[in-house]
Structures are given as structure tokens and as C-alpha cells.
């Protein structure tokens, strides 16, 4: 089992129901997730762009030291760390003392609010679990596919509209804890990639399909590498990753590997929008300065 993530990954890229176990050294990372109070940037559906969101969690009393019944509030989740013990309330009136290390990782339900800088009505909730030893995410509102949903527009043009509806069905799925399922998905997008630069280095001369089709993946890779973008060549291990996940990982293990995948690929991506980009730009300039040296050419 991974290990804890950074608060920020842990509410806007962990997947729902993903577990993470918890131990005796390891709880501050915990409690460090529980009373994240921000800065967490996300897209705010609600604004329509990337914000800022603050956590509206507060922290619980401390007590100095053991005997000591006079409590302190802490400023900050570190100065909390620095205390044994806390004192809690399950009612708001009766208040008990407990250890923090126990406190933390005690078997509960915490439903946690995040609130927009720009305007306070919008807002995320997520519900966190602790059980049996272990932790997840076990709700969250807005899902992860609406908060990566800028992500997805960006790469709309580049995927086509077919693609792009498989590309939010990955994000979709590995959100609600279905690994095996959003890998399917990512396989097919990256088979697209090699298929789309198979078509064009067929219409060069001296290409041959028979030696493509006989070829692996990974060949068929090395043979297509100068129409495809060079992230992708050298990693072309995406592809092995990708079939061994759906055929021989379980859900836990895709989910886990999800966002390193789904990073490759977008880089993939990134690359293939840069270039089309660059190739517009020149298309752009050469048409001109053409126009230019013919205004000239009587001269
Ligand atoms: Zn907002």
C-alpha cells in the first residue's frame, strides 16, 4: 500500500475508496490530511476557472502536559504535533482528554469543507474515513472528473471527441475506485496515439506494413518514432504498463498507478499540442513573408 499523500494530492487527485494504512508513525501525515486547511488549488466549477479554497476544520485543544487540565488552542497543525495530548468533545459540552496518536488514528468519520476565495457560497465537501487501520476517501462533492474537467477541455481538439469522452471516462471511473476499468480506457487512448501515426507514416515511401504488423508494441513503437512524440518513444514501457494492469493488477494496484499513467499520457499529449501549435505558427509566417518578398520582387 502506497504511502500517505500531501493533503493538496490527497483531495483533488486521490481516487475515492483507495486505502492507505495507517500506523503509529505515520499519524501526523494523517492528521496533516484530516485539519488540511489550505491553500488547496482547484478548478471551481462553480467560478469556472482554477481558485483557491481554505478548510473551515478546527483544530482541537491541546493540553500541555499530562495532569494539566488548563487546554491551548494551537495555531497551526505543527504546533499541535508537538503536544501528547488533546483535549476533544463528541457534543460540544462534555469535553475528554485523550492521546493524540490514539485520537488520530481512532475509527471515525470526518466530513470536511473547503471554501472558495473568491466567493464563499462555493464550496467542496469531502468525507474521510478511518477503519479498521486504514484510511480512504470515501465522498467527495465536486467529483475529481468535474475538478479535472479544465484538463479534459484542454486536450478536447487534440483527442477529438470520441477519444476525449474515453479520456473522461478513465477519470471518471478511477475516481469512484473502478482501477481496471479506467486503465481500459487509457490503453485505448494510447493505441489511438500509435494508430494515428501509423496512418501517417504510411503514406511515406519505402514504409512497410508487413514488418509493422508482425512488430510488438514496443517495435512497432521504435519503427513509428518519428511521428510520434519523443516522451512517448523513450517511455515506451506506458504500453507494457498498460496491459499488465489490465490484465494482471487488481483494482487497488491500478488506482494506485493511475495518475503516474494518466501523467505520461498527458504529457504525450502535451507534446503532440505544442507541436501542432508550432506548425501553425510557421504556417502562419511563411504565408506572410511570402507575401512580403512578392511585394518586393518588381523591385
Ligand atoms: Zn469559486
Partial sequence: MPNLPEPQAFYVAV???????????????????HFFQGPLDAYCPDCGRESV???????????PKINNSVSVS??????LLEHEMVMISEDGRTYSTVNLKEYALADKTIINRF??????????????????????????????????????KKYQKILG???????????????????IGSFVYLRRIFEDL??????????????????????????????????????LVENRVIYSILSI????????QCLENFEPVKLAIEIILDEKIEKQLKEEKESVARKALSAIKSQFSGR
Avoid at 53 to 63: D, K, T, V, W, Y
Fill in 245 to 252: 494492469a489490465v490484465h494482471g493488477l487488481t483494482e487497488q
Fill in 15 to 33: 481516487p475515492l475508496y483507495e486505502k492507505f494504512k495507517l500506523n503509529n508513525i505515520n499519524y501526523g501525515d494523517l492528521l496533516r490530511i
Fill in 161 to 179: 471527441p470520441e477519444k476525449s469522452a474515453e479520456f473522461t471516462k478513465a477519470i471518471g471511473l478511477s475516481a469512484h475506485g473502478i482501477g
Fill in 53 to 63: 479554497f481554505s478548510g473551515l476544520r478546527e483544530l482541537p485543544s491541546a493540553i
Fill in 115 to 152: 471554501v472558495c476565495s473568491r466567493d464563499a457560497s462555493h464550496h467542496f465537501d469531502f468525507v474521510l474515513k478511518n477503519q479498521n487501520g486504514l484510511f480512504q476517501k470515501i465522498g467527495q462533492w465536486p467529483s475529481i472528473a468535474d475538478l479535472q474537467k479544465n484538463d479534459i
Fill in 194 to 231: 500509435i494508430e494515428s501515426a501509423h496512418k501517417e507514416a504510411s503514406q511515406e515511401q519505402g514504409w512497410s506494413d508487413e514488418t509493422f504488423y508482425k512488430s510488438r508494441m514496443d517495435e512497432k513503437i521504435l519503427l513509428l518514432k518519428d511521428y510520434l512524440p519523443s516522451f
Fill in 74 to 79: 494551537p495555531k497551526s497543525l505543527e504546533e
